[in-house]
C-alpha cells in the first residue's frame, strides 16, 4: 500500500512540477518521456506483484536472509519524501527556478529504485552488484540535490549518513565503508561547486569530517557486534552438539537398563522385587523421556528437524494420539475424549509425525497437570473445502484440560525454552520444560501457529491453527475405509414432542446404510424417552457388533429435562465405548456439552441436508479405528477372482508375509528377489498383475517399470503396484512418472492389497492363468505403519520397543506358531548382517550405502512392529555427507542399542 501511494503520488507530483516547469508547453516530447520512464517501472512491479500474488510476495521477501528490500523501499520513500518537499515550497510561492528544476534529476532516481524493486522479485538472491547500484544512485541524489538545490537543499545533508549507517547495519562493514567513500566524494564535489557551501567553509568541511568520522565509529561497533554474535552462535552450537552428543551417550545404556528392566519384570518375583523394578522401570523411561526431548530441541535450535509432507489419514492419528495417552489419563479417573467436527476430511496431506508430536506433547501436558474432570482433544475446519481435489484446508486443534491452569503474568513466557509456569512445577510435576518449545517450532516448522488461553485453578486451552493440503486423489489405498454400513449402529433420536425431527434424522440415517439400524425401538418415531431404554439398547449395540457402536442423537434433546439422557451419558455403563454424534450442535458447542461425559470419541455435525450422513461415514470409520485398537483381527471383503502375482522384493521377510497373505486369499504368487530377475520372469511368464519394491539393489523398481513400459508396448496394459516404505508426495510422483498404476505403503495393508489387486485387474486385464472364483476370502488384519511416537530419533516415554498389536496382526496372517518364529528369528539374522553392512558403509563414508542398508533395516523392522527402531532409521534418510561424518558413529550405535531391546523383545513374545 505504501509503495502503491508513492508511485501515484511520485507520478502526480513530477507531473504537476514539469507543467510549473513549463516542460509540457516547450518540449512536450520531452515531458512525455519523462512521464513514460516515471510509469513503467512501477507497472511492470505491479504486474509482478499481480503474478505472484500479495501474499507470495510478502513471503518471498519475508524469507530473505537479508533486508535489501526494505533499503529499496525506503529508497523510493526518500525519493517521494524530497518530491513532497519541493511542492511544498513551489505550491508556498518560496522555491526558486532553479530549485522546480533540480527536481528533474529526481525521476531517474525514482525510475531506478522501482527497477531495482523489480529486479529483486525476479532474482530474489542477494546480490552485490544491485546493492552496490543503490547506494551509487543513493548517493548520486543527495549530491545532485544538495549542488542545485543550494540553501534550500542544505537540510538533507542527513540522506548521506542516513544511507551510510543503513548499508552498514544491513550489509556488514565493508558496505559502511564504501557509502562512506561515496558520500564524502559526493559531498566535496557539492562543496566545490556551490555558492552557499562555499560561503560557509568551516560548516562545510566539518560536515565533509563526520561522513568520514562517524561510519569509522560505528564500523567498529558494527565489528565488535558482529564478532560478539558469531561467538555467542558458535557457543550455542556447541551447546547443542553437547547436548545432543551427551543425549545420545546417555540412551545407549539406557535403553539396555529398559530393555533388561522389561525382562526382568517377567520372572519369578516376590513382592518387593517386583516393586523395585517397576521402579527402576518407570525411573529409566521418565529419563528417556528427558533426553529425547533435550534431542528434539538441540535439532529444532540447529535446524536439522526436517518437515516430511505426504499424504496420510488424520482421523487415525487423532484415534492413535489419543490412545497413547489413555492408560495415563484413566490412572488419574480422568476422561480422555476425542471430539472431531464432521467437516475434517479424513485424507490430508501434511506431515502427521510432527503433528503427533506436538499434539502428543499437549496432551502429555494436560494430562499431567490435571488431576479431575477431563481432557479434550478437538479438530474442526475453520477454512476451505474439504470436498474439494488437490485444494487446501485449515484446521484448528484444541487441547482443553480441568487443570491447574496458567496465571496470567505467566502466560507470555509459556512458549519459552526451559521454562515452566511456576518455580515449583518442576518439583510437583517434573519434566524439562521443553515440550511446549518444541511444539511451538514444529507446529511454526509446518506454517501454522499455537496459542494458549487459561484461567488459574479453571483449566488451560491450546490451540493450533494448521494448513493442510488435499491429496490429488482420493484412492485411500493406504487407510482403507470399511463403509459405516458393516457397522452396528444405534439411533437414539431423543426428541420428545418433536417426531418430525425424529423421522428426518431416521430417514437420513436409514437411506445411508439401506436398512433399519440396529436396537431400533418400535413405534413411529423410534424416539427414546428413558434413559433405562437408552442403557439396554446400549447394551443390546455392544453385544450384537465388534467394538464401538454410534449413538446418534439431537443436541435439543440434552436440552429436554423431562429425560435423563445428559445423567446416562456422564454415567451410563459402555458408553466410553461408543462413538457418539451430536446433531445440531457446532463443534465448539458439542465440546462444551460433552464436558462431564463418559464418551470418549465425539462427533458434531449440522442437521441439514445430508450433512448426518455424512457424520455417519465419519463415525463409521473412528469406529472402524476403534474396533481394530480393540480387536486386531478385522474380516475382509471377499474376492473373486484368483490371479497370477508377480512380486519383486529383496527383502526375505516382506516375501514371506506377502505370501502368506496372498496364499490366504487363494492368489498364485510368483517372487522375484530384484530386478533383473523380475525383468526375467516378465520376459517369460504372464502375470495378472505385479507388486513391486521401490527400492530394491542395483535395478531398482523404478527402473524396472520404466523399462518394461518402454519394451512392452506391444503388450496389453499390465498393472504395477509400487510397494514402499517412503509415505511421501515425491516418492507417490515417482512412481507415476516410471509408470506405475498404484502406491502403497509397507507393512502392507492386506485389505488395501486385495482392494487394489482387485481393482487393477478388473480395468486393465484379462485373467493369466486363473482360476474364476475363491470361495472364501482370509480374515486378515491391517498390518498399518506402526504407530509413530514423539521423537525419530529413538523411543519415546513409556513405549516397548515391539508394538505387540503388530506381531498379533502376523499371527492371524498364519496361526502356526512356527511362522511367527520363523519370521522373527529371519528378521535376527537380517538386522544382525545389515547392522553389520551399516557399520561398514559409515566408516567407508559411503552415503549411498549407508541409506539404502538403513531402508532394508527398516522396512524389516516395520514388520515386527519395532517402532523405535523404525523411527530411528526413518531419520537416516535425511543424511547428508557432512551428517554422516560427524552424526554416523552415533546413529548406528543407537540403532544397535536398539536392536538389542528388539531382539530380546521377541525372544520374548515371539
Not at 502 to 516: E, H, K, N, Q, Y
Not at 676 to 683: I, K, V, Y
Amino acid at each position: 500500500m505504501i509503495l502503491l501511494i508513492c508511485a501515484v503520488f511520485g507520478i502526480g507530483g513530477f507531473e504537476f512540477v514539469l507543467r510549473e516547469a513549463g516542460l509540457w508547453s516547450s518540449a512536450p516530447l520531452e515531458g512525455a518521456g519523462l512521464v513514460t520512464t516515471l510509469v513503467a517501472p512501477p507497472a511492470l512491479a505491479g504486474l509482478l506483484a499481480f503474478r505472484m500474488r500479495l501474499a507470495g510476495m510478502r513471503r518471498l521477501l519475508a524469507a530473505r536472509s537479508d533486508s535489501e528490500h526494505e533499503q529499496i523501499v525506503i529508497r523510493i520513500l526518500l525519493v517521494s519524501l524530497i518530491l513532497a518537499y519541493v511542492l511544498s515550497l513551489i505550491l508556498a510561492g518560496g522555491a526558486a527556478d532553479h530549485l522546480v528544476w533540480s527536481v528533474l534529476i529526481l525521476p531517474t532516481v525514482f525510475a531506478g529504485a522501482w527497477l531495482l524493486l523489480v529486479h529483486l522479485l525476479l532474482e530474489p538472491a542477494p546480490s552485490v552488484p544491485r546493492r552496490l547500484v543503490g547506494n551509487l544512485l543513493d548517493m548520486t541524489m543527495v549530491s545532485a540535490f544538495l549542488q542545485i538545490g543550494g540553501d534550500i537543499a542544505a537540510p538533507w545533508y542527513l540522506i548521506y549518513l542516513w544511507v551510510t549507517f543503513g548499508n552498514g547495519f544491513r550489509y556488514g562493514p565493508r558496505f559502511l565503508m564504501s557509502s562512506a567513500v561515496l558520500g564524502a566524494i559526493g559531498f566535496a564535489w557539492v562543496i566545490h561547486v556551490t555558492p552557499f557551501w562555499l560561503e560557509i567553509p568551516h560548516v562545510s568541511y566539518g560536515l565533509l569530517a563526520a561522513l568520514v568520522v562517524l561510519p569509522a565509529y560505528v564500523a567498529r561497533l558494527i565489528r565488535q557486534l558482529t564478532e560478539a554474535k558469531v561467538q555467542a552462535e558458535a557457543a550455542n552450537r556447541a551447546k547443542g552438539r553437547f547436548l545432543a552428543t551427551v543425549s545420545h551417550e546417555l540412551r545407549t545404556p539406557l535403553t539396555a537398563i529398559i530393555g533388561m528392566g522389561d525382562m526382568m519384570m517377567n520372572t519369578r518375583l516376590d513382592g518387593e522385587q517386583r516393586e523395585m523394578g517397576a521402579t527402576i522401570n518407570a525411573s529409566a523411561k521418565q529419563l528417556l523421556s528427558l533426553i529425547t526431548d533435550v534431542l528434539d530441541f538441540s535439532q529444532l535450535e540447529e535446524a536439522k528437524l526436517a518437515i516430511d509432507t505426504g499424504p496420510f489419514d488424520l482421523h487415525r492419528v487423532l484415534h492413535d494420539t489419543r490412545l497413547m495417552l489413555r492408560g495415563q489419563a484413566r490412572a488419574k479417573r480422568l476422561t480422555l475424549r476425542l471430539a472431531i467436527d464432521s467437516a475434517v476430511p479424513r485424507r490430508v496431506i501434511g506431515d502427521d509425525r510432527r503433528l503427533q508430536q506436538a499434539l502428543t506433547n499437549l496432551l502429555a501436558n494436560a494430562v499431567k497437570f490435571t488431576e479431575d474432570g477431563d481432557v479434550t482433544l478437538s479438530v474442526r475446519m475453520i477454512k476451505g473445502a474439504p470436498e474439494r481435489v488437490g485444494g487446501r484446508v485449515v484446521l484448528e486443534f484444541r487441547v482443553s484440560d480441568t487443570g491447574i491452569g496458567i496465571a496470567p503474568q505467566h502466560l507470555d513466557r509459556i512458549f519459552d525454552r526451559f521454562t515452566q509456569a511456576e518455580d515449583d512445577i518442576n518439583r510437583r510435576y517434573g519434566g524439562t520444560g521443553l515440550g511446549l518449545a518444541i511444539s511451538r517450532q514444529l507446529i511454526e516448522l509446518m506454517g501454522g501457529t499455537i496459542s494458549v488461553a487459561s484461567e488459574l485453578h479453571r483449566g488451560s486451552e491450546f490451540w493450533i491453527t494448521l494448513p493442510l493440503n488435499l491429496p490429488s486423489n482420493l484412492d485411500g489405498a493406504e487407510s482403507p475405509v470399511r463403509a459405516a454400513a458393516s457397522l452396528p449402529v444405534t439411533a437414539l433420536p431423543v426428541t420428545v414432542g418433536a417426531p418430525a425431527r425424529v423421522t428426518a434424522i431416521r430417514a437420513a440415517l436409514d437411506s445411508d446404510r439401506g436398512g433399519p439400524t440396529v436396537g431400533e425401538t418400535g413405534g413411529e418415531t423410534g424416539g427414546i424417552t428413558d434413559s433405562l431404554d437408552a442403557d439396554a439398547l446400549l447394551s443390546t449395540a455392544l453385544r450384537a457388533g465388534e467394538g464401538s457402536p454410534v449413538l446418534l442423537i439431537p443436541v435439543d434433546a440434552l436440552d429436554d429435562q423431562t429425560n435423563a439422557l445428559e445423567a446416562w451419558l456422564e454415567s451410563g455403563e459402555g458408553v466410553e465405548r461408543a462413538v457418539v454424534v451430536l446433531v445440531g450442535a457446532p463443534p465448539m458447542e458439542a465440546v462444551r456439552r460433552a464436558r462431564g461425559w463418559r464418551a470418549e470419541l465425539v462427533l458434531s455435525c449440522s442437521d441439514e441436508g445430508g450433512q448426518v450422513a455424512k457424520a455417519l461415514e465419519v463415525a463409521g470409520g473412528l469406529a472402524v479405528i476403534a474396533a481394530g485398537a480393540a480387536n486386531p483381527s478385522i474380516p475382509l471383503e471377499r474376492l473373486g477372482r484368483r490371479c497370477r502375482i508377480l512380486v519383486a522384493e529383496d527383502n526375505a521377510i516382506n516375501r514371506r508375509v506377502i505370501e502368506k497373505i496372498l496364499q490366504r486369499a487363494g492368489h498364485d504368487a510368483i517372487f522375484a528377489s530384484d530386478g533383473d530377475e523380475a525383468l526375467d520372469l516378465l520376459d517369460r511368464t504372464r502375470f495378472d498383475i505385479v507388486l513391486m519394491d521401490m527400492n530394491m539393489p542395483a535395478v531398482s523398481g523404478l527402473d524396472v517399470a520404466r523399462m518394461y513400459r518402454f519394451t512392452h508396448t506391444d503388450r496389453p496394459h499390465l498393472p504395477i503396484v509400487a510397494l514402499t516404505a517412503e509415505a511421501t508426495e515425491a516418492a507417490r510422483r515417482q512412481c507415476a512418472e516410471a509408470g506405475m498404476d498404484a502406491f502403497l505403503t509397507k507393512p502392507v495393508d492386506p485389505q488395501a492389497l486385495f482392494s487394489t489387486i482387485a481393482r487393477l485387474v478388473d480395468a486393465h486385464s484379462e485373467p493369466a492363468g486363473s482360476t474364476p472364483a475363491v470361495s472364501a476370502a482370509a480374515d486378515l488384519p491391517p498390518l498399518g505403519p506402526v504407530l509413530p511416537s514423539l521423537s525419530d530419533q529413538g523411543p519415546g516415554f513409556d513405549e516397548p520397543s515391539i508394538d505387540v498389536t503388530a506381531l498379533d496382526r502376523l499371527r492371524s496372517v498364519d496361526d502356526d506358531p512356527a511362522f511367527l518364529s520363523q519370521i522373527a528369528d529371519e528378521f535376527v539374522r537380517d538386522a544382525e548382517e545389515l547392522l553389520g553392512e551399516l557399520e561398514h558403509a559409515w566408516a567407508c563414508g559411503d552415503l549411498h550405502a549407508f541409506k539404502d542398508h538403513a531402508h532394508s533395516l527398516r522396512s524389516s523392522a516395520s514388520y515386527v512392529g519395532a517402532a523405535p527402531m523404525v523411527r530411528m532409521l526413518l531419520s537416516c534418510r535425511d543424511l547428508s555427507r557432512e551428517n554422516l561424518t560427524d552424526q554416523g558413529y552415533r546413529r548406528v550405535r543407537d540403532i544397535q542399542a536398539e536392536f538389542v531391546r528388539v531382539r530380546a523383545s521377541l525372544r520374548e513374545l515371539a
